[in-house]
Nanobody, 120 residues
């Protein structure tokens, strides 16, 4: 599975962005998908995950109620809708494919990352 993340950019605090992750490969629908982020000088952290069927999601406490993960298996796409953005959301965001979970070592495939910058 190859992943290509896009949709990052510069936004003011309180604004919204939607990240997209395009996947190639016929087995996309069999994988859970996750979003992780890495701020400068910090470790990569879990943001959100969705099961292969889309029937279960999980979010980091810091983004609950503001971010929504979704997927469209027919289009091989996964999305991260980010609302009410805060400066602390500034990071490079990565999409990943693998078993459903919150730890990055569980995920087998990674996209290249897309920069999200939230100004105060």
């Amino acid at each position: 599975v190859q992943l290509q993340a896009s949709g990052g950019g510069l936004v003011q605090a309180g604004g919204s962005l939607r990240l997209s992750c395009a996947a190639s490969g016929r087995t996309f629908s069999s994988y859970a998908m996750g979003w992780f982020r890495q701020a400068p000088g910090k470790e990569r952290t879990f943001v959100a995950a969705i099961r292969w069927s889309g029937d279960r999601t999980n979010y980091a406490d810091s983004v609950k109620g503001r971010f929504t993960i979704s997927r469209d298996n027919a289009k091989n796409m996964v999305y991260l809708q980010m609302n009410s953005l805060k400066p602390e959301d500034t990071a490079v965001y990565y999409c990943a494919a693998g078993p459903f979970g919150v730890t990055d070592i569980r995920y087998n495939y990674w996209g290249q990352g897309t920069q999200v910058t939230v100004s105060s």
